[in-house]
């Protein structure tokens, strides 16, 4: 039996091969440009980012939640269930969106980032966005019954492991590929 890190490792490796990087480094992109039209002051913008930032970490806290139960219980996502919980857990994150803005501000004052580091913001902004959009891509896959002997593996595991090992899988990827676009600009 393979171990917990190479069945994960596996997965990824399937899933950035059908993952069409240059259209998920445009829509990062769009998506920064739209935050930067949308914000008249280099004070909103700052904001704005925070509130995507905010947005993005604690949707992939969501679908890492929604994933516990369904590995602690043998279980493969249904994707409409899953979407539900995940629009569900969106609208709890605006609602809460105040506190937990603080709560962002707070973690990020500790690491001894500048309030005025807009670089910065735009780099937790893309690689969280990436984070989410792998993090769903994988629950996208597991739910897909073409790939149900892939994700097999993961049921041997306590489901804690798996999740934080998704977890580091997604981000090593997300400043993998944001690090490649970093070196394609210059």
């Not at 949707?59 to 979407?83: F, M, Q």
């Not at 002997?149 to 997604?170: D, M, R």
Request: no cysteine; proline share 3%.
């Amino acid at each position: 039996m393979e171990s917990l890190t190479q069945s994960v490792a596996t997965i990824f490796k399937k899933l950035m091969i059908h993952l069409d990087q240059d259209e998920l480094r445009e829509e990062v992109n769009t998506r920064l440009l739209q935050t930067m039209k949308q914000s008249p002051t280099e004070d909103e913008y700052r904001q704005n980012l925070m509130r995507a930032i905010v947005l993005h970490g604690e949707s992939t806290k969501a679908l890492h939640g929604i994933l516990h139960p369904l590995l602690s219980n043998s279980k493969y996502p249904d994707l409409e269930g899953v979407s539900k919980l995940r629009n569900l857990a969106q609208g709890r994150i605006e609602k809460e969106m105040d506190t937990l803005l603080t709560l962002y501000k707070e973690q990020l004052e500790k690491e001894g980032i500048p309030n005025d580091a807009v670089t910065q913001l735009e780099i937790y902004f893309t690689t969280t966005m990436v984070e989410l959009r792998l993090t769903y891509r994988f629950i996208d896959a597991f739910g897909t019954e073409s790939n149900r002997a892939l994700f097999v593996p993961l049921f041997s595991y306590p489901a804690e492991e798996v999740g934080e090992t998704i977890l580091k899988y997604s981000r090593t990827y997300s400043s993998l590929l944001f690090e490649k676009t970093l070196s394609q600009q210059n």
